[in-house]
């Protein structure tokens, strides 16, 4: 069974890349334009990873770290935050997160953290 | 005695006054010396010769006021009528020169039938009294002459004397006060003073230059300075005092003058130094209302300042001080722009006196000295106007004190007005620019980040063409391609730091970890990248440091691509590291160019680049990051070169940060 891998993700062309890169490797991806849209259309099974995109001045994903890191249901479910912000490395939704990568990243990298993620 | 006095012989009279005390002589009617006792031969400092000198055996005489006496003009020549004695103070002349003061008692002598036949004549020399009495009279002068009060009183605090100083001071006449208590002068408060003056000039002490307060005929208080001695009697006892009392106000006047405008000259000062050293218009505003209250002795003080923001937002600033506010707050300050609206005109200060023919002022003030503080009664106030000539705040100063009210000094309030004026124009401008520059460093933030999108899907789709099969000459375009995307984001990093540096924000994210495997690593990446050099590393131990790994890579790497940028003619560079018992040190050396001292004194500087390199990929912001890297760590970053002859760039950090918590947060 493929492996179902979420993306939240606002910039279209990035979306079709990871899209792309990750129906290549054999997962299951859908993509939401932003943390709204997805909770709206999460209405089929949880997903086995979930990748969020960060921006700056916005509260929504920080909000969606914390919701899933504190539900018993979601807890186990390995986040990975993208962003082209790096922010302060203190950040709470990079410690909520289970990894963090920088943007722009490297193909190869990508791919792999986001099996070791999901293994 | 009527028993007695018949066998009072004549050889007993003739002896009484041979041996008297008092100078005698005897003449005859025609005023021919008969005879004299042995104390007229003293009094005269001669022994005149009898039956040929007439009237007065001295050598001259003068009358009482100095003039000189003819001898027919002597007391004695004038003789009165028979049974009278007459007494003439003459002055008489010894052989010597000496003078004597001398009472003249001359008295008939009659025969038994009652006709005059000569004199007999008394001197009295009274020459000590009067040369008392002069003295005593030119003591007085000096007592009525002086300026200030001299008074005597008694040991019960009863005014014996009072000279004429004492009532210019005073306003007493001496007719209204001898006899009266010495209390009359002193304010009731004060009545403790005397009984302590009193103690010491019992106890025969002076008391010297004491400064007090005493009380006028009319009812003011003046300041006075006292000195009061112990006056005795001829036996030595203390009998009363004598006081001197100075007015002083003069003085005091002055004295308070001189340090009133220390005081101003203090303030303008201080102001001036604000003005100069800082730009927070908080800060300004609360300094000069500080100042301001002390140098004008105010009660209370505000300065409210107020600015139309770009929005068209009015924003006000508010400082109070003095004694009577106790930390009430002026809750409306928008009220208290309207109120001024309109109230100076052109004029440079508005009295508002008393306070209370202005409610709505009076009102601010009610509000700052409510809960039991004293009430304002009089207010100054000074108008503070921008550069275009609009009112944009004012200061206020509230007295409670109608005179000390009256004393401030419009000049000096509104000339520091003026200063304040000037010193919030800058601050309003230096805002502005930081609020630019703020914006600017926000615009560099998000541009780079908005780059690093579209960065991602290049980057991404170049590396997928890269695992396809496409042809060798499609492999070196895409190897060219993948390696431009990489400078842009080398180029997208060193901006965003040198925006955080600027924002203060370049935070550091403290690990420990090995700098020996850190190095290695950072070598290990230049061996696959660079093909034209060779980097030799000393041989090097675990070194355990607590730092920001990330950061530190990067300033590694900084002078490694460096190192072999600026060395193009060479193919070696060298890592060597050194510990120290607090640091470690690591140095990259290259066998480049070199740099000159002017050269190495700005290479740390921001988007210096040496001449002749401009072809050379960069910003200039490399060396300029890594030193501030490197000092956020408590640690030193350098460089050895001469021209021509390779350059060594070291830099030195602690194994620990102490406190490291502490000093981010000073930092951050």
Redesign the interface.
């Known amino acids: 069974m493929k492996k179902i891998i979420h993306v939240i993700e606002d910039?279209k062309?990035?979306g079709?890349?990871?899209a792309?890169?990750l129906k290549e490797e054999e997962y299951d991806v859908s993509i939401y334009m932003n943390t709204k849209v997805y909770k709206q259309q999460l209405f089929s099974a949880l997903p086995h990873l979930l990748i969020v995109d960060v921006k700056?001045f916005c509260d929504d994903s920080l909000e969606i770290c914390r919701t899933w890191k504190r539900n018993k249901v979601t807890r186990g479910i390995p986040i990975l935050v993208i962003s082209?912000?790096?922010g302060?490395?203190?950040d709470e939704r990079i410690v909520l997160a289970d990894y963090f990568m920088g943007?722009?990243?490297?193909?190869?990298e990508f791919l792999n953290r986001v099996a070791l993620l999901l293994s | 005695m009527k028993d007695l006095f018949p066998r009072v012989t004549n050889r007993v009279f003739k002896e009484m006054f041979l041996a008297s005390p008092l100078a005698g002589y005897i003449c005859d009617k025609a005023g021919v010396l008969l005879a004299y006792n042995d104390a007229a031969v003293a009094l005269w400092g001669r022994k005149p010769e009898i039956g040929l000198e007439k009237w007065s055996g001295a050598s001259a005489s003068y009358y009482a006021d100095g003039r000189p006496m003819s001898l027919d003009a002597f007391p004695v020549a004038m003789q009165p009528e028979a049974g009278v004695t007459s007494y003439n103070e003459v002055i008489i002349e010894r052989p010597n020169g000496v003078r004597r003061n001398v009472l003249v008692y001359s008295q008939a002598l009659l025969d038994e039938k009652g006709e005059a036949i000569g004199s007999h004549n008394t001197l009295v020399d009274i020459t000590a009294y009067k040369q008392q009495d002069s003295k005593q009279a030119l003591l007085s002068a000096i007592v009525e002459s002086s300026d200030d009060a001299i008074v005597s009183k008694d040991l019960n605090g009863n005014i014996m004397s009072w000279n004429a100083g004492a009532q210019r001071i005073f306003g007493y006449h001496e007719t209204e006060i001898i006899g009266k208590s010495i209390n009359t002068l002193i304010p009731s408060r004060l009545y403790w003073e005397e009984e302590h003056i009193i103690q010491q000039v019992k106890a025969g002490k002076n008391v010297d230059h004491y400064q007090t307060v005493r009380l006028t005929k009319s009812g003011h208080e003046i300041p006075i300075s006292l000195t009061i001695s112990p006056m005795r009697n001829g036996a030595g006892q203390i009998i009363g005092a004598s006081k001197i009392a100075r007015e002083i106000s003069e003085q005091i006047r002055n004295e308070q003058l001189m340090k009133l405008n220390a005081r101003k000259l203090e303030t303008l000062y201080s102001i001036g130094k604000v003005i100069s050293e800082k730009l927070d218009v908080k800060f300004i505003i609360q300094t000069v209302i500080e100042a301001t209250i002390r140098a004008s002795i105010a009660d209370i003080g505000i300065c409210c300042y107020w600015m139309t923001e770009n929005d068209g937002r009015v924003t006000h600033s508010v400082a109070i001080g003095g004694t009577a506010c106790n930390g009430n707050v002026l809750e409306n300050p928008y009220r208290l722009q309207e109120l001024l609206q309109g109230v100076f005109a052109d004029r440079k200060i508005v009295r508002f006196d008393p306070l209370s023919t202005n409610k709505d002022i009076c009102s601010v003030f009610n509000e700052l000295t409510k809960n039991g503080l004293p009430t304002i009664n009089h207010c100054l106030s000074a108008p503070i106007y921008s550069a275009d000539g609009e009112l944009t705040g004012v200061i206020l100063l509230g007295y409670i004190e109608r005179e000390i009210y009256e004393g401030a000094d419009d000049e000096l309030i509104y000339n520091i007005a003026s200063q304040v004026a000037v010193a919030l124009e800058n601050a309003k401008l230096f805002e502005e620019v930081n609020a630019l520059s703020l914006k600017k460093n926000e615009f560099i933030a998000l541009a780079s980040?908005?780059l690093?999108?579209?960065?991602?899907?290049?980057?991404?789709?170049l590396?997928?063409l890269e695992r396809y099969e496409i042809n060798q000459i499609g492999q070196r375009f895409l190897g060219k391609a993948l390696k431009q995307?990489d400078r842009i984001?080398a180029l997208i990093a060193e901006l965003?730091d040198i925006s955080r540096i600027e924002a203060g924000?370049l935070?550091l994210?403290y690990e420990t970890f090995d700098i020996s495997e850190l190095i290695l690593d950072a070598v290990e990446t230049f061996r696959f990248s660079s093909t034209t050099h060779q980097i030799i590393i000393n041989d090097n131990q675990h070194i355990m440091v607590h730092a920001d790994k990330q950061r530190i890579e990067q300033v590694l790497i900084n002078l490694l691509s460096n190192a072999i940028k600026y060395s193009p003619e060479s193919d070696k560079v060298y890592v060597t590291v050194e510990t120290s018992d607090t640091a470690v040190t690591v140095k990259v050396t290259d066998e480049g160019m070199g740099m000159s001292l002017a050269q190495r004194g700005k290479i740390f500087t921001r988007f210096f680049r040496i001449e002749g390199t401009s072809k050379m990929p960069g910003l200039g912001l490399g060396l300029y990051l890594s030193k501030e890297i490197i000092n956020r760590h408590n640690g030193h970053i350098d460089v050895e070169s001469e021209l021509g002859k390779g350059a060594t760039f070291y830099f030195s950090i602690p194994y620990t940060q102490q406190d490291s918590d502490a000093i981010k947060t000073l930092f951050d």
Do not use: M, S
């Not at chain 1, 943007?103 to 190869?108: D, E, M, Q, R, Y």
């Not at chain 2, 690093?452 to 789709?461: A, D, M, N, Q, S």
């Open positions: 910039d062309a990035v079709d890349l990871v792309f890169l700056l082209a912000y790096e302060t490395r203190t943007k722009p990243f490297n193909i190869t | 980040h908005e690093k999108t579209p960065l991602t899907t290049i980057k991404g789709y590396q997928i995307v984001e965003l924000r935070d994210y």
